[in-house]
């Protein structure tokens, strides 16, 4: 190939709707090598290179990391195996989907339920706790995770870092 059937590392970010830095990154990582060098040391790259580079992006996309990218690019163009990764993101996605539709549903509810109390002043938080726990099943993990009390919970302070924040048990809440 010549020089002018080449692209310079700020052509190949325009072409490929990425910023030069991302290039870079993922040079450094081991990701995308030039495929030559011009004058000056000028980092060089073909159509193969951006071919690779959407595979990068569209593999990232998919919740790949940059480690798993790298260890498995001689496999990247493996149809089955993008599939695969497809199908586990649609899953994924759908799986998180209807987490939310069903916490959307469990907000509505308490809403409804606060609206509709006769005294907006005096808050039942057993009955509300125990909307929650019926809209969200008994056995859910949000539920679990929303009720587990670290050891330290309890009076004068505990469970706090010392300066009125969280201690890090509590951020799993």
């Known amino acids: 190939m ?3 059937e080449y692209m310079s590392v700020g052509d190949l970010a325009r072409r490929v709707g990425v910023t030069v830095r991302t290039v870079q990154y993922y040079d450094q990582q081991g990701l995308l090598a030039p495929s030559a060098k011009g004058p000056n040391n000028q980092r060089l ?3 193969e290179d951006a071919a690779l580079l959407y595979g990068i992006l569209t593999l990232k996309y998919l919740g790949q990391s940059l480690t798993a990218i790298k260890d498995h690019r001689a496999s990247m163009g493996d149809g ?3 599939k695969s990764l497809v199908v586990s993101q649609i899953q994924a996605v759908e799986d998180d989907l209807q987490t ?3 916490r959307i549903s469990t907000l509505r509810a308490l ?4 609206d509709g109390a006769a005294d907006a002043q005096i808050v ?3 009955h509300l ?3 929650i726990k019926e809209r969200q099943g008994e056995d859910s993990l949000f539920w679990q995770l929303t009720c587990i009390r670290d050891e330290g919970d309890g009076p004068a302070g505990a469970g706090t870092d010392g300066r009125g924040g969280s201690s890090a048990g509590e951020s799993a809440r």
């Open 80 to 82: 089955e195996n993008l």
């Open 111 to 114: 809403y409804d339920d606060l």
């Open 100 to 102: 939310l539709l069903t």
């Open 45 to 47: 790259y073909s159509e």
């Open 129 to 131: 706790a125990a909307l």
């Open 2 to 4: 010549t020089d002018a």
């Open 124 to 126: 039942d938080w057993e």
